[in-house]
């Protein structure tokens, strides 16, 4: 999440958008490490279970 676009854009719509919004602007990104090359530890770096997690939290909001 790093220095990325995404940051930019969640920060502009919370700001410029914040009183339209049903939910709060929530982001999810790999991690801040080094990519792996190796698929046992790529698995662990991609962030398809932070991203389940943040969508069922997401939807019970």
Known sequence: MTGGI????AA????N???HL???VMRVASL???IPF???LENN?????RLKNKIEE????
């Open 6 to 9: 995404g940051g930019e854009i």
């Open 22 to 24: 049903d939910a709060p």
């Open 58 to 61: 997401l939807l019970k909001y």
């Open 45 to 49: 770096f991609l962030p398809k279970g």
């Open 32 to 34: 801040d490490t080094a």
């Open 17 to 19: 958008c914040f009183t």
């Open 12 to 15: 502009w719509v919370s700001e």
């Open 38 to 40: 190796a698929p046992t």
